[in-house]
């Protein structure tokens, strides 16, 4: 269990963390939000990988102060990009990171089987491609077995069986330990995680389900219209989707700004629909 009340974190002028609260217990969150939005700022905190500015991190109800080794130990990180080196095989990189960390090599062989790494564990990681490397990355965080873990865009350069294989393990896993997976997919989202989190500008934007996410949404309206007509539905609203069709027509989604009766027909957002209203793109 770890509790983050009124986490601020600096980066000189800039500010990646602005006074977080958040509560992790067991279970499996989605951490959402824009490039930039500070979801690596946050895993790393929680990784006790770097300190905060201001605010208190508590590890089972326990404030750290400036202290971070219960955290490393208590926690798994698999960042975005795992420095590997090229040279080690599999096998080897995994078993030097759990001895590194004085955890057992136990699971591992197993960890691999369910990875489909069996037939890869001895090859260099020069060889193996971005997808095969990344489960090496989750064979290892899966295998430490802390009872927390942090997953930073687990399923990028996944293909369609790997992303269901490491979403069935997470869905299990997340039954008794603290899992918080950072991702833009919003799909494999909604797909693992009862609880989604969402940061905006380094701010909490939204904390709750996919279901609460759809049902804060603000009224939308769906409408036919020409390429002319967008710069007008701009100005009186948020579009939040737009699609083209072989015509050159336009069928937009959109938000109106004000209370006037809006063109269009009032349709169901859906969760892609609510994120992106959550916090509109340029
Ligand atoms: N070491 C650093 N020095 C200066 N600024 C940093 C540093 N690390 C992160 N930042 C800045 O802090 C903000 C949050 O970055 P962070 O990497 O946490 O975002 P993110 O949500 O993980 O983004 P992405 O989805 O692109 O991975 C960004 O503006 C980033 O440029």
Redesign the pocket.
Known sequence: MIDLHGITKR??T?T?LDNVDLHFGPGLVALL??????????LSLMAGLALETSGVLELENRSLGRRRSALRAAVTLLP?DLSLDPRATAAELVDYLLRLRGRSVHRVAEMFELFGLGTVARRPLGELSGGTRQRVGLAYACAADTPILLLDEPTQGLDPWERLTLMRHLAEAGSTKTIVC?T?ILSDAEQIASRLVV?HD?RVAFDGSAEKLIAAAPPLYELRCEHHDLASLREQGTIVRVARDEHGHYTVRWTPGDDRPPPGTAVEPTLQDAYLALHPGP
């Not at 939000?33 to 946050?42: D, H, I, M, P, Y």
């Open positions: 980066h000189g800039l990646a939000g824009r490039n930039g939005a500070g979801k690596s700022t946050l975005q950072s833009h940061l380094g």
